[in-house]
């Protein structure tokens, strides 16, 4: 099945600074990649996804890359804000079309 | 639209109890899946089901038994629940296994 590794487990970033947050995966035939935000006592949310056929995408503040050839994949958040802290969380949907995750990143944005 | 439905929010079990967790989607999405949240491991799969009639097992399913008794509904069991169960439970659907997943609020599950 596929493994999802997240990095880093913790982020601390003043106000406005940039964050970012890496992942890689295993299984090659892997082609849907989502992450999600998850606030505290609520269930995840999506918030941007990619698919293989594309190295980069972009809404508003929020950009993810992909790497198919080193399997890694990566978020940016730009010019962060108080209401970007949470947890996040990669994914990836393998050749068996099971979403497997990262184990997730919490976030602070120090004002 | 309610979305992804959950019951119940909250659970203390004895050690050895059974129960099951109830989960209703209302978007007519075909696959459905019960993850477990624990801190520092992220959401690991326990049961997937592709869709009505088809179950899978995850990356942690023993312990746990699913039913996919419709389109709608995806009920994860507990036989025998151990202290090791303690956890937050999350339900989850999706169209397929390549669009968007939507998760309830969860499940707090406490074995003592």
């Known amino acids: 099945g596929e493994n999802v590794e997240q990095h880093p487990s913790t982020l601390s970033v003043q106000e406005g600074d940039s964050a970012v947050i890496k992942c890689t995966y295993s299984?090659?035939?892997?082609?849907?990649f989502p992450w999600y935000k998850q606030e505290l006592g609520k269930g995840p949310q999506l918030i941007i996804d990619i698919r293989s056929n594309v190295g980069e995408k972009k809404d508003q503040r929020i950009a993810v890359t992909l790497n198919k050839t080193a399997k890694h994949f990566s978020l940016h958040i730009t010019e962060t804000q108080p209401e970007d802290s949470a947890v996040y969380f990669c994914?990836?949907?393998?050749?068996?079309?099971?979403?497997?995750f990262g184990a997730g990143t919490t976030v602070t944005v120090r004002a | 639209n309610a979305g992804v439905t959950q019951t119940p929010k909250f659970q203390v079990l004895k050690t050895g109890q059974s129960m099951t967790l109830q989960c209703a989607q209302d978007?007519?999405?075909?696959?459905m899946y019960w993850y477990r949240q624990d801190p520092g491991m992220g959401l690991r799969l326990i049961y997937y089901s592709a869709s009505e009639g088809t179950t899978d097992k995850g990356e942690v399913p023993n312990g746990y038994n699913v039913s996919r008794l419709n389109k709608r509904e995806f009920s994860l069991r507990l036989e025998s629940a151990a202290p090791s169960q303690t956890s937050v439970y999350f339900c989850?659907?999706?169209?397929?296994?390549?669009?968007?997943?939507?998760f309830g609020q969860g499940t707090r599950l406490t074995v003592v």
């Open positions: 299984d090659s035939a892997s082609n849907y």
């Open positions: 989850a659907s999706s169209a397929n296994g390549n669009t968007e997943a939507f």
């Open positions: 994914a990836a949907t393998g050749g068996d079309y099971k979403l497997s």
């Open positions: 978007m007519n999405h075909n696959s």
